[in-house]
């Protein structure tokens, strides 16, 4: 059973995470250490925090799905490839002990946060480099699965920073436009997430109790998110979370190497 204490807590992760999942993304640097101040092991609070959030990727691509691309030849690539990723990701996890992962969970939040700060330039530069190679803007195409790939199996294995590097490859394939990048890149992430959450439930590693009340607060948070991304000031979302990211890099490194 789960306390008030404890729910209010995971309600509110929850909430605040699915806000900036829908943004451009780092929400498990927020919903990820909630669940492990309330007592989940890593390897459980990581497929645990995954389920929580999948759901409000989908209803935030689906409240924007003005903005999202034919589902064509080249976008059923753009899944596929997620989808495989995903659950290469999620069987490395589940092949991962909890003493591993702990050492791991430092690098993994300070990578994502990484990532995050810098998901701008990364945008920029995968830009640069295809209009340097094709002389045009790229279309989301089956060319672009090696590329999705690798982002995925990240997914299914961590997730976080997730959203920052779907956006960094789906800007490059929607000629740089935000809001279909955004929308792509949510429902992209719900299909990733979907998978690897199978893969953790057939496992048993997530704690349902504190997933589904997460879950709460995470679809109210996709709805509001999906809304602010029309409008949103993204710096200040940017620079906030990044700000967090190195907060918890350095207190879980604390916490797990010392």
């Known amino acids: 059973m789960i306390d008030i204490a404890t729910a209010a807590l995971l309600s509110a992760a929850g909430l605040a995470g699915g806000t900036?999942?829908?943004?451009a993304g780092g929400a498990a640097m927020i919903t990820f250490p909630a669940l492990l101040a309330a007592g989940l092991t890593p390897i459980s609070?990581?497929?645990?925090?995954?389920?929580?959030?999948m759901p409000?990727?989908?209803?935030?691509?689906?409240?924007?799905r003005s903005q999202l691309p034919p589902l064509d030849r080249g976008f059923a690539g753009?899944?596929?490839?997620?989808?495989?990723?995903?659950?290469?990701?999620?069987?490395?996890?589940?092949?991962?002990?909890?003493?591993?992962?702990?050492?791991?969970?430092?690098?993994?939040?300070?990578?994502?946060?990484?990532?995050?700060?810098?998901?701008?330039?990364?945008t920029a530069t995968l830009r640069r480099r295809s209009l340097?190679?094709?002389?045009?803007?790229?279309?989301?195409?089956?060319?672009?699965?090696?590329?999705?790939?690798?982002?995925?199996?990240?997914?299914?294995?961590?997730?976080a920073g997730l959203g920052v590097l779907l956006v960094a490859v789906l800007q490059l394939a929607t000629s740089g436009q935000y809001r279909p990048a955004n929308a792509t890149k949510n429902l992209v992430a719900a299909l990733n997430g979907s998978v690897a959450v199978t893969v953790?439930?057939?496992k048993g590693s997530i704690d349902w109790p504190a997933t589904l009340v997460m879950m709460s607060g995470a679809l109210?948070?996709?709805?509001?998110g999906a809304r602010i991304a029309r409008h949103a000031p993204r710096e200040v979302m940017r620079w906030a979370v990044t700000l967090i990211g190195v907060a918890l890099t350095l207190v879980y490194a604390r916490l797990y190497w010392f």
């Open 20 to 23: 900036i999942a829908s943004l």
């Open 45 to 53: 609070a990581i497929a645990s925090n995954m389920a929580a959030l």
């Open 56 to 64: 409000g990727s989908l209803v935030a691509a689906l409240s924007d």
């Open 78 to 122: 753009l899944v596929l490839a997620s989808v495989i990723g995903a659950g290469i990701g999620a069987a490395l996890l589940m092949m991962t002990s909890n003493h591993v992962f702990e050492i791991l969970v430092p690098l993994l939040i300070g990578f994502a946060t990484v990532l995050f700060a810098f998901g701008e330039r990364i």
């Open 132 to 159: 340097a190679r094709h002389g045009r803007e790229p279309e989301i195409k089956l060319t672009s699965i090696p590329m999705l790939l690798p982002v995925s199996v990240y997914g299914g294995y961590f997730g």
């Open 200 to 202: 953790f439930a057939v």
């Open 220 to 224: 109210i948070g996709s709805l509001i």
